[in-house]
């Protein structure tokens, strides 16, 4: 995939940054730089900067180490010291690269703060059948809010409620405080809120 690779060079100064930048664009002092730069050749990288910061793009993780070379040897020939990083690979599914620290997700905030944040609506056609729904699913473990032929269950994951919720016939909404802010129409919202940190085991 294109450009899912990168290094990062951290400098000591913004102006070290530019110079370096200036340096990769154009004309590179070394002849260990130049050689290295000749192995890319037609590979067009994309450099950028961002501060005292320089990263560098590439579309294979050999690319991405090569241009580390190119890069050190520069740095080198300046006489700069710089933290220059390993190759970082870019996460699709989590939006980040991988020397960037993994942000929270709300489902996560949500447990911290003792709230399931997905629960499983049930309802029932009689109060018997509410109650035996309960009883199974208590004897296997889960927490069950009963409020007449109606059942709560929190969850996490979101997979896991889905599945629950399949096999009650029920629905899955988000959970906790997000019902009490989001729906607070909702008659079940007082129950989610009052009672969203049970069933998150």
Request: aromatic residues 8%; hydrophobic residues 35%; negative net charge.
């Amino acid at each position: 995939m294109r450009d899912d690779w990168r290094i990062r060079i951290e400098l000591p100064e913004e102006a070290q940054a530019k110079s370096l930048l200036g340096r990769l664009g154009l004309d590179l002092g070394t002849d260990e730089a130049k050689r290295l730069a000749h192995e890319l050749e037609g590979r067009r990288l994309a450099v950028s900067r961002d501060g005292n910061e320089l990263f560098v793009y590439a579309s294979t993780p050999a690319e991405a180490e090569r241009a580390r070379g190119i890069v050190e040897a520069e740095l080198a020939d300046e006489g700069v010291e710089a933290s220059t990083s390993t190759v970082e690979r870019w996460l699709h599914d989590e939006e980040r690269w991988t020397g960037e620290p993994r942000e929270e997700t709300w489902e996560e905030e949500e447990l911290e703060r003792g709230y399931a944040p997905w629960e499983v609506r049930v309802e029932r056609e009689t109060h018997a059948e509410a109650r035996k729904l309960a009883d199974e699913l208590e004897g296997e473990g889960y927490d069950v809010v009963r409020r007449w032929r109606y059942l709560i269950v929190g969850r996490a994951p979101e997979e896991e409620a889905k599945e629950l919720a399949k096999r009650g016939h029920g629905e899955v909404e988000p959970g906790g405080q997000v019902v009490w802010e989001a729906r607070p129409q909702n008659p079940f919202a007082v129950f989610g809120a009052a009672f969203g940190g049970l069933g998150s085991a």
